[in-house]
């Protein structure tokens, strides 16, 4: 069951990446014909963090041997998952900023400024969790890592909510 815990984990995550990827590129990001080698490309990125999230979190909670090491982010599949993240966030970014510039409405740029913060918390808060995490005492650093992973994926989940929610989009 906790393997189970911590893939649906690294699942969420993956579905809130796509989300936000969806909601900066559209429907293109899909359908369109010629957006099949970055569908392809971002699948792969998707699916590369789902995987080795994954193992490590899994790798994490049975080898549990009460050092102060932070197994996944100092070793190279910690760094993959930075720099996967860090990618997502650097295309999720590029493709709001082009659609902003392309709207003309008010209301449907202040969505787009609010689904790029939602994207910003998300895909930013990893690496400064892990910047932060190495300022802590070793004795503290897994409790308030664990802390601030989620309450950061709680505030974009949140901030995602209310600019996705259906009374919201209609107006826009």
Known sequence: LE???????????ASLSLLQLLVAKGWALVYAPD???????????????????????IHTDFSNDWSTALYLYE??????????????FVEAW????RTYCGEASKEVRVFYISVSAACAVHFLSLPV???LATLLSPWVRAKYVSRAEVASRLAATL?????????RLDSV
Request: hydrophobic letters at 60%; glycine letters at 6%.
């Open 129 to 131: 969790v892990y910047v």
């Open 35 to 57: 957006h099949l080698w970055q569908r392809q490309v971002l699948l792969g990125i998707i699916a590369g963090l789902i995987v080795v999230s994954a193992a490590c979190e």
């Open 94 to 97: 590029r493709s709001m900023r």
């Open 3 to 13: 393997v189970l815990g911590q893939v649906l984990v690294c699942l969420s995550k």
């Open 159 to 167: 901030l995602l909510a209310f600019v996705l929610r259906p009374s």
């Open 75 to 88: 070793k190279w599949p910690g760094t993959v998952i930075l720099l996967l993240n860090a990618a997502l």
